[in-house]
């Protein structure tokens, strides 16, 4: 929802960023205030999933230029936990499979590294149980998965169901859902959108990032952003997601070709 | 003869005279020496040189002159008491530098039809020279070494179709005096015809449950573990071995297993400063069943090589194996693990992965996994990594709030817990998680 006067919560600036000395981000701007959801689409290799790693903080990105600021603060020297510990959130695309750690424990350990930054006393294993299962309903987990190793032998679905789960016990001020749809079915997505929807209140910004319009059928967001080798080349609200899946990338870059032009 | 075999003989026959003074508890035990002894003039003490012994060089043991401990160091219970699970408070055995400890020892929770105990304790009915020494293998050096001043037997035998449910645990301790000892310990473990138990062998230094911290003179363990698991008989065993950074430990354990019967293993090697560990399993029938599942975890200057050897020569065995190894510092790891598939083992299931994850630019690893496959009618795979730990997954575990540290002990931790976590006894299960997280721990 689009609230007037609320907090900018993220404020990417001329953001440049390389890998291995190869630019990925060219120049990218982004505001994100409370209580917004955003999407950002794009073609693959426009450096979406870069991005989002790159408001994690993951080590294999250089920022060449630019600044990212959170609640008007810049991260970028902060370490990927400072900044997870601060309230940012990356659900991944891929979430990684950790045999021989238990889910619970996984989820307990990383719920309480954020207590302890808050200066709050850590949850106790009884008390975090109790916990993590009022959040299981959220995503509609079944408590066995609890015991399983992070992710291991999980579906595409149960692994992104898991994403959400740790979103809802770690309540960030900003998540960024990488390609949360990708590989699931119609019902695990339904569930899945649903369960982001839960959490997103006037107090914390989403933002989106996917492929298709797909997922934004769940997920309304209030502003779509169309990323293009690096950048964000146009901006506008959910219609032009639609307009994007009817008429295809190429479009916007001929609108943008023209507004060049002129 | 070069003067260097010379001095390895001249090695080789002391080691042999020290080893025999340790007095026979039974004096039919003369005849199994007798024999080792005859082994033993064709042998010579392995070098690199010798294939089997490729990537572990054994020449600081032969530069230690090792004497057999006196007998009866004593121990009292309180000193020990944290070393036994709890499981098997009452089904365990205790060995004191090779010398069996009948008071601390237990078997008061055991069914009739289970005997645990030692040789001198074991009733005449036993067939026992059908048994002892008749594994094969008696010819490998270090096994005639120990026959040829075997002792005292430590002995689990499970009549016919026993079922024991109460885990029971061997326990082998060395105290480590002023000067260089060698000990032998000795296993006989008898499963017959439908017996079903768990056991869990374990090698630890003094009293003390944690190894790592104790500094010690050189002792050598030379450990032969003989099993005969009968038709459709099932055995869990597993092994810990933990021993000072200045000692050796060089041990077999040869199995073998008739038509239908399960062996499942688990091995912990947690270091000596040079420990190797022979696994042998030699199927006597069809339609076993076999797992294997190995962790090897050290640090510093150690050494660990494990040989496996599974011998298929019936239709329709499974073995599964799984190896892992965590290596830092300059520690360096051996894993070979053969497997053969003779002729008449048509339809065998085989599965081994051997796994390494390298934490220092200075550690080795050595695997080879050693396929012989002669059947035409099999499934057999292998599979060996060796690796760092992976930067994405510590990013994953950073994005969810945990500092690098954290996260790396926490990712080592688990790559050792899977094969911790398929130990059978709880408290096992526990002490080696918490062994793990101290050893993962990062200063």
Request: proline content about 4%.
């Amino acid at each position: 929802m689009i609230i007037e006067n609320s907090d900018v919560i993220l404020s990417v600036q001329d953001l440049t960023a390389s890998v291995e000395g190869t630019p990925i981000l060219k120049g990218l701007n982004l505001e994100m205030k409370a209580g917004e959801i955003h999407a950002i689409m794009g073609p693959n290799g426009s450096g979406k999933s870069t991005f989002s790693k790159i408001l994690a903080g993951h080590p294999d990105y250089e920022i060449t230029g630019g600044e990212i600021l959170f609640y008007g603060q810049s991260i970028l020297e902060m370490e990927p936990e400072q900044r997870a510990r601060s309230g940012i959130f990356l659900a991944f695309q891929y979430p990684l499979e950790i045999p021989g750690v238990s889910n619970l424990d996984f989820l307990r350990v990383a719920y309480n590294s954020k207590r302890k930054h808050a200066g709050l006393p850590e949850l106790d294993n009884f008390d975090f149980e109790d916990l993590v299962h009022e959040k299981l309903d959220v995503v509609k987990m079944d408590a066995a998965f609890l015991d399983r190793s992070v992710n291991e032998g999980f579906s595409g679905g149960e692994k992104k169901r898991n994403e959400i789960l740790q979103m809802a016990l770690l309540e960030p001020k900003l998540a960024i859902l990488d390609e949360t749809d990708s590989g699931l079915d119609i019902d695990a997505l339904k569930i899945v959108a649903n369960g982001v929807n839960q959490l997103a209140s006037k107090d914390n910004t989403l933002l989106v990032i996917t492929h298709y319009q797909r997922l934004l059928d769940y997920i309304i967001p209030d502003f779509v952003h169309v990323m293009e080798a690096g950048r964000i080349i146009t901006s506008g609200g959910k219609e032009l997601a639609l307009e994007l899946e009817a008429r295809g990338y190429e479009w916007v870059r001929e609108e943008e070709a023209l507004e060049v032009a002129r | 003869m070069g003067i260097q075999t010379i001095t390895k003989q001249g090695y080789l026959s002391e080691l042999v005279q020290q080893v025999q003074q340790v007095p026979m508890v039974k004096s039919e035990l003369k005849e199994l020496r007798d024999r080792a002894s005859i082994i033993l003039e064709e042998l010579a003490l392995p070098t690199k040189r010798d294939e089997e012994w490729q990537f572990t060089d054994l020449a600081d043991l032969y530069a230690i002159k090792f004497t057999s401990p006196p007998p009866q160091t004593e121990l009292d219970s309180g000193a020990i008491e944290h070393l036994i699970l709890p499981e098997a408070k009452d089904s365990h055995l205790v060995f004191i530098n090779g010398f069996y400890a009948s008071k601390l020892s237990s078997s008061a929770a055991l069914p009739a039809g289970i005997f645990i105990g030692n040789l001198s304790q074991l009733p005449d009915a036993y067939p026992i020279q059908d048994y002892l020494g008749k594994q094969q293998g008696s010819t490998e050096i270090f096994t005639a070494i120990n026959t040829t001043g075997i002792s005292d037997v430590a002995v689990v035998w499970a009549s016919k179709d026993v079922v024991v449910e109460t885990p029971i645990h061997l326990l082998f301790i060395t105290t480590t005096g002023d000067t260089p000892t060698i000990t032998q310990p000795r296993i006989l473990v008898v499963l017959e015809t439908g017996a079903k138990l768990t056991l869990v062998e374990q090698y630890v230094a003094t009293g003390d449950s944690c190894s790592e911290t104790i500094v010690s003179q050189p002792y050598f363990t030379n450990g032969v573990m003989e099993i005969f698991v009968q038709e459709n008989a099932v055995l869990d065993h597993s092994r810990i071995q933990r021993e000072t950074s200045a000692a050796f430990h060089i041990a077999r354990s040869a199995i073998s297993q008739a038509k239908y019967s399960q062996y499942h293993c688990h091995t912990i090697s947690l270091g000596a400063k040079i420990s190797r560990h022979n696994l042998d399993i030699f199927q006597t029938g069809e339609g076993t069943e076999t797992t294997l599942n190995g962790l090897t975890m050290i640090k510093g200057n150690q050494v660990a090589d494990k040989h496996s050897n599974i011998c298929l020569n019936y239709p329709n065995g499974v073995t599964r194996q799984v190896h892992k190894t965590i290596v830092d510092d300059r520690a360096s790891v051996v894993f070979n693990g053969r497997v053969f598939v003779g002729k008449k083992a048509q339809q065998t299931n085989a599965g081994q992965i051997s796994r390494n994850l390298v934490l220092s630019p200075k550690a080795r690893v050595n695997t080879k996994p050693q396929l012989e496959i002669i059947a035409d009618n099999v499934k057999c795979s292998h599979g060996a990594t060796v690796s760092q730990l992976e930067g994405d997954e510590i990013f994953y575990l950073q994005s969810r709030g945990l500092d690098q540290s954290t996260a790396t002990s926490l990712l080592v931790e688990a790559f050792a817990l899977d094969i911790v976590n398929k130990l059978p006894v709880a408290s096992m299960r526990q002490i080696l998680a918490k062994c793990m997280a101290c050893k993962t721990m990062v200063v």
